[in-house]
């Protein structure tokens, strides 16, 4: 299974941080945010992996390189300008193959574990498999719900929902009636959901967005304490 993380995002909410550093170069826990995706995914084998890039492109480039010091193979999908998340996937596809794919936010830091995803090989043509999470606070209501038979529904009106946390499989077929452009995925994605082509599975573990300077320096402090031993895990969510 291929892997994309997407990674070109100018971070507004994160300046002035993001002035002069692309956010998944952000350091927490003594690493980048991009470093901690690349290690779980090596240590899966997951080996071949595609990074949009836009803001600040050559920093991660740079940083990151082939991919040879993890060995796995990474190549590049430049944007000229950040095409948002379905624009970034979309203008990538010739990178990612037929094959579903698995797509991680570069500005999300999550304990889950990957390995349950190499399931979803076999989603069929024009589907797609979202992992949700619990609502932080930012966020209280919510994006989707998940039925027992683990299909993700639209959130009913006035009731919340979870939120998606930015990791999931996706076929190229769930991009094919999408024009090349700019275009985030939630459009995609309700039109997929009420023709019921996406599942999903609710992951109650930890998770941050890592959306503001403070939540960057909530997470930092955390990870270094479970690090030198202070806290046992990471089992509770981290906003």
Not at 81 to 101: D, K, Q, S, V
């Amino acid at each position: 299974m291929k892997v994309m993380i997407l990674a070109a995002g100018v971070g507004e909410r994160m300046r002035p941080l993001t002035a002069h550093t692309p956010k998944p170069l952000l350091e927490v826990g003594g690493r980048p945010l991009i470093a901690w995706h690349i290690e779980a995914l090596a240590a899966l084998g997951l080996d071949e992996l595609v990074i949009n890039v836009s803001h600040l492109a050559a920093q991660i480039i740079d940083w990151c390189g082939d991919g040879s010091r993890w060995g796995v193979r990474i190549r590049y999908s430049a944007e000229p300008e950040p095409l948002e998340t379905a624009g970034g996937i979309h203008r990538a596809l010739p990178l990612l193959g037929e094959a579903p794919f698995l797509v991680v936010n570069g500005d999300v830091w999550t304990s889950f574990p990957l390995q349950r995803l190499l399931a979803r090989r076999d989603l069929p043509a024009g589907a797609a498999h979202l992992v949700l999470v619990d609502n932080p606070p930012q966020h209280p209501d919510g994006d989707f719900c998940v039925s027992d038979e683990g299909l993700v529904r639209a959130r009913p009106p006035g009731k919340p929902g979870l939120t998606y946390a930015g990791v999931g499989v996706y076929t190229a077929g769930f991009f094919a009636d999408m024009a090349p452009g700019k275009l985030p995925l939630r459009p995609l994605l309700d039109v997929a959901i009420a023709r019921g082509r996406v599942s999903g599975e609710h992951f109650r573990g930890a998770w941050t967005d890592v959306g503001t300077p403070q939540r960057l320096r909530e997470l930092d402090a955390r990870l270094l304490r479970v690090n030198a031993g202070s806290e046992d895990d990471l089992t509770s969510h981290s906003r």
